[in-house]
């Protein structure tokens, strides 16, 4: 069987950092509320090296190029994960082949929305195990900040701009992506939106007077979707591949909010050791909370590595994957 590796991972996040000391100062919030409630002390904001969601998800194949020798022609294809693309059409898969001078690859974008990286990687490994393509870059960048309504304080402290990326090539034997369980609910459409910009509410005077162009979260709803489902996957998938805590290497959770990542951990049992937590220093980059833990702690995965990647987001998607490293 031919099964998907992960062969290289790249990230970026903009030079400009948001602490939430900034933050209480345009809106009536504190470091304190922030930090007990959510985890967050800081979020890198793009400012200054480039406009879009694409400006960094090109940094960061940059780096998976610069690691590996691999030439832009050399790719054959790329799936950008991304609920804020450069704009609503061309694909911002079609406007990254471009700047990275990406020649032979087909390439499409992909909005589950935190979930949006999972269900990424899930589709292009369909595409190597397949035998159909041989070098697949999964993209996840997401420029939050366009979206982000700095006026309401209980979206705007929750958000960061980042990307992250890996390369994903055949090996054969037990390496590689293993498993994904992936699900949606559409339930979950009328508590986390950004309800105007698409064909049903065209931008229009009144949508920008009702502010509809950006986030809107009802917290609490998301959050107790959000707790049971991640956590129910994540256990799901330990159970059909007979898998204790003590077998996993690493738990690769979405940064949406401290407590879910926590109590996540602990339905799996696992030791917070083993759990990739970033999310005091980035917030909730979208599609890019993955892929950015992932290159954070490249240096230390060892093969044979049992990893579970988990995720909740908007629509509801969710779902969980298991790689061995
Ligand atoms: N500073 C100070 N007070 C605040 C702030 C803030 N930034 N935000 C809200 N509050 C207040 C509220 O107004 C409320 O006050 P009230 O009781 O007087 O009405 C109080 O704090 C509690 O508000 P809750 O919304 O109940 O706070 P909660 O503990 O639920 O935390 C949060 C809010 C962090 C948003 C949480 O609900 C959460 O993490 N939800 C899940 C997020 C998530 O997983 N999203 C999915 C991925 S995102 C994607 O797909 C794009």
């Given at each position: 069987k031919i099964r998907a590796v992960i062969t290289a991972v790249g990230g970026y996040a903009p030079d400009y950092i948001l602490d939430n000391h900034e933050l209480s100062r345009i809106v009536d919030t504190s470091d304190e509320w922030i930090m007990t409630?959510?985890?967050?002390?800081e979020r890198h904001i793009l400012k200054?090296?480039?406009?879009?969601s694409s400006d960094m998800a090109v940094k960061a194949v940059e780096e998976i190029f610069r690691k590996t020798g691999t030439q832009p022609d050399e790719i054959d294809l790329v799936i950008f994960a991304t609920v804020t693309p450069d704009h609503v059409f061309p694909a911002s898969a079609n406007i990254l082949c471009d700047k990275l001078g990406i020649r032979n690859a087909h390439g499409f974008d992909l909005n589950a929305g935190c979930s949006g990286f999972l269900y990424a990687l899930d589709t292009a490994s369909k595409f190597v195990e397949a035998g159909a393509k041989k070098k697949v870059l999964v993209v996840g960048a997401d420029k939050m900040s366009s979206i982000v309504d700095y006026t309401d304080r209980t979206t705007c402290v929750l958000f960061g701009d980042a990307a992250g990326a890996v390369l994903l090539e055949p090996g054969e034997g037990e390496y590689g992506v293993i498993d994904s369980i992936l699900r949606s609910d559409g339930v979950g459409r009328k508590y986390?939106?950004?309800?105007?910009?698409?064909?049903?509410?065209?931008?229009s005077h009144a949508t920008i007077d009702a502010r509809q162009h950006y986030i809107f979260q009802d917290g609490r709803h998301v959050f107790k979707y959000a707790v049971s489902n991640m956590a129910d996957v994540s256990v799901e998938m330990m159970k059909k591949h007979n898998l204790s805590g003590e077998d996993l290497a690493w738990l690769v959770p979405h940064q949406a909010n401290m407590r879910i990542i926590e109590a996540t951990a602990e339905r799996m049992g696992?030791?917070?050791?083993k759990v990739m937590i970033n999310i005091e220093r980035y917030g909730n980059t979208t599609a890019a909370t993955l892929p950015l833990c992932l290159w954070e702690w490249e240096s230390k995965l060892k093969k044979g590595d049992n990893i579970i990647l988990a995720a909740f987001g908007a629509g509801f998607t969710w779902g969980s994957m298991l790689i061995r490293w």
């Open positions: 409630r959510v985890g967050i002390k200054g090296e480039g406009k879009g986390l939106k950004m309800e105007a910009g698409g064909s049903v509410n065209p931008p696992l030791d917070k050791s």
